[in-house]
């Protein structure tokens, strides 16, 4: 033991032990740093994944819903149209067939009807309801004006003669529109009241084919925070959550938070929006997982970063020491040579290799060689001069090649235009910018119209070659002042900093005309005709709305663009102010 600490002494200590207490140490620290800093992130970065993943599913329950209720309020306004209903009571039997018709085809179809302007029910499915004064109910009130879908309430005529399964009160949604005759003037409401089964089927499907592997549960809340749809025991409960209060704000996103169970559930939560003309129920959809459950993948990963942390601990000490002593061998025989001269030894000779405390012994040994040393050192002082010009050219070397490195990691590879990583930044730059100077800011984004149908009958490489004409037409037409970059597949974005919304329109139908012009491309055998959808949005950046004004400018050109495909392609759209 005594020797030990002598050879560790800081005068005693050789060149080999101190390499190797230094690797050791070195390596420790630095992959412990780095197994937490890429803990960290790599944790909250899962756990952000968790989170938009139970966003994402409760954002698709409630388009579901959404698209669900808009397009049987489209059947009732389709119907409201026929001929037949300005005298329902003379086509009777042809009615309730349709009806019919209509209930085989959509179960949850629980009634259908024609009621008259004075609110009698003319025609019902199965004859149920015909006589019954419905002018008092909120469908038929609203009904006559315009087209409507009330909230899930308790079905009050049709339950004298209808129940919900195992005998349940019946629950439904109702949907009406008004009837004109020839002259405009409203002559009665076509209406239908769904089964509130068919949005529990909604809630069902979203949760079976997960419930093995990644289960979850999910919520419908209505205007008020009362769950409508959901588990048996917490049905008609008023639940007031952050999820909840956040959706009542306006907000959706995901959040950990503590349920009246006194259990944690990772929750996701969206309200619906409505679709198109159809404003919506104003509901709170929730998909919620157990807190442990959700962040299992975030643990299991933790354990998997500090488990590869310790093997790289134990292979960089290791690797440490064998360094050290390959490093330390050299010098140490440098100071067995140099005291085998000082001895005198006729065979004894010096080593190529020179080094520190062995250095320190080898200047007492060597003092009788100085002329020796001097003629050395000369050379030495040549070779550094010369390896300080190849660091020098080295040096030179690595700058330009991580210039090119940083332009590769702005480039699209396939077009040479800017990619998306790089147009994102560019357009968080610009709109902070446009924030502090108060000046417009566009945005345009641009579709290669039916660029699938191209892979799928020309291949792949005649879609790259498409791609590559298609940037080399837009960087014609784009200003210098413009950034023009591949931000998809067949996607491109033009960011257009202190442009308005006739400028920025201008600009989108420069584009549009200068693919449409440039006629059919040959690409091989083939001659490929191509044209372009664009989107275009203009905004004044307000400072309050910086955080999201990037990612709202894009959801705006992508819904004017979404807009132009479906008015017909090969058309500008402009986002409304």
Known sequence: MEGFFLRIHPRSAGLRLWLGLSFGMLAIA??????????????????????????????????????????????MRSMALMPMLDQPEQNEQALRDLFDLMQLNYPDYVWIGVVGVDGRVRVGSRGL?????????????????????????GALLLSKYLTGPGGEPLSVLDVAA????????????????????????????????????????????????????????????????????????????????TWPDGEQYLTGFVPTRGHESYEGLGWTVLVRKEADMAFEPVQELSRQIWLAAAVFTLLFLL??????????????????????????????????????REARELTVALRGLVEDLTLRERELTDMAA?????????TQALSEANAQLEVLAMTDALTGLANRRHFGDQLARETTRAAETGRPLSLVTLDIDHFKAINDQHGHPAGDAVLRRIALLLEEQVRGSDLLARVGGEEFA?????????????????????????????????????????GVVTRRIQAGELARAPERLLAAADDALYRAKRNGRNRVEVAPG
Not at 45 to 58: E, M, Y
Not at 131 to 148: L, M, N, Q, T, V
Not at 507 to 525: N, P, Y
């Open 386 to 394: 010369g390896l300080e010009q190849r660091v020098r050219e080295r």
């Open 129 to 153: 309801l015909e006589g019954e004064d419905a002018s008092k109910r909120p469908w038929f009130i609203a009904g006559r004006k315009d087209p409507y879908v009330g909230d899930l309430h």
């Open 178 to 257: 008004p009837v004109h005759d020839d002259f405009g003037a409203v002559v009665g409401v076509m209406v239908a009241q769904l089964s509130w089964r068919w949005a529990e089927g909604l809630r069902q499907d979203q949760m079976l084919p997960s419930r093995a592997n990644d289960p979850v549960e999910v919520f419908f809340l209505d205007k008020a925070g009362k769950v409508v749809m959901g588990p048996e025991a917490m049905r008609g409960q008023m639940l007031d959550v952050p999820s909840a209060r956040a959706v009542r704000e306006g907000q959706r996103g995901a959040v950990l938070e």
């Open 494 to 534: 033009v960011l257009a900093v202190d442009t308005g919304m006739i400028e920025a329109g201008q600009l989108a139908e420069r584009l549009r005309a200068a693919v449409e012009d440039a006629g059919s491309f040959a690409v091989g055998h083939a001659s490929i005709a191509v044209t372009i959808s664009l």
């Open 30 to 75: 630095l992959v412990a740093v780095l197994a937490w800093q890429v803990e960290r992130v790599s944790a909250e970065k899962l756990q952000d994944d968790i989170g938009l993943r139970l966003q994402t599913r409760a954002m698709a329950l409630a388009g579901r819903l959404d698209r669900g209720l808009f397009e049987r309020l489209n059947d």
């Open 319 to 356: 690797l440490g020491t064998v360094m050290a002593r390959w490093i330390g061998a050299p010098l140490h025989a440098l100071s067995v040579a140099a005291g085998r001269i000082q001895a005198r030894e006729p065979d004894a000779a010096f080593p190529p290799e020179r080094g520190y």
